[in-house]
């Protein structure tokens, strides 16, 4: 069992909490994730590593209140526990001196980028950085990502803070620019990545992706989460979360993430049927 520390909420809907996980903080890494089990009877759902402290032993999640089991997750308080935290599961980002690197985060991708952009600027890179959202009430964490960043540039889509645009504007203007981008990380919905993805292929950019199929186990046994990358299957979980943008069948993945999503629904309605909570 493991022992909820802390809970913030973030901006509507997105959550902070830090768990107790000596064993998980100990060997986390940036691009990571854990797969998380509320208990028995739960779901498992993977959720990546936002940041993690190895001498306090604790590892901090943030998480979207999307469907039945991140509903649950988000109501339970500091002092409850988590049945299950496995990892640290998956491939590390890879991280070495690249010369530039734009890392572009989206909406609850910010979680995930924060560690990332640290862990490559502490590698001698200069690190720029877009981080985008739908609207100002959505962002979350812009200091701690100004903070990993040499130069930061922050987009809203309705305007109501930092630049009017969606993120793959400004991705577009700095490729065009004069100074030579090494490589770009992006990370946000499956249709903000695909579009960072297509947006730095005429440029030749290397462009890595973190994928978000659908997963249960994490170990690469029950190929929930396989996508096609290069023509290949894949197992995200073990294979991944990272791959190359360029390479991703993107559409594939988007149908394959569609799978479930009537019993993804009914099972919502089912539990907010049973707590007597209003959609």
Known sequence: MYKILHIEQLVPSIHLFKVEAPEVAKKAQAGQFV????????????????????????????FMEVGTTTHRLARMKAGDYIADFVGPLGVPTHVEKFGTVLCVAGGVGVAPVVPIARA?????????????????????????????????????DDGSY?????????????????????????????????????????????TIVSLNPIMVDGTGMCGCCRVAVGGVTKFACVEGPDFDGHQVDWNLLAARQRTYTAEEKQSLEQWRCQCGEQK
């Open 35 to 62: 797969v998380v089990r509320l208990d028995e009877t739960g779901e498992r759902i993977p959720l990546t590593f936002a940041d993690w402290d190895a001498k306090e032993g604790t590892v901090t999640i943030i």
């Open 120 to 156: 490559l600027k502490q590698s001698g890179n200069k690190v720029i950085t877009i981080m985008g959202a739908r609207s100002k009430n959505l962002l979350f964490w812009e200091d701690r990502l100004r903070d990993a960043s040499d130069k930061m540039i922050v987009t809203t």
């Open 162 to 206: 930092g630049r009017k645009a969606l993120v793959t504007e400004p991705l577009k203007e700095l490729l065009e620019g004069a100074e030579k981008i090494d490589r770009i990380i992006a990370i946000g919905p499956s249709i903000m990545m695909k579009f960072c993805a297509a947006t730095s292929k005429p440029f030749g950019v290397k």
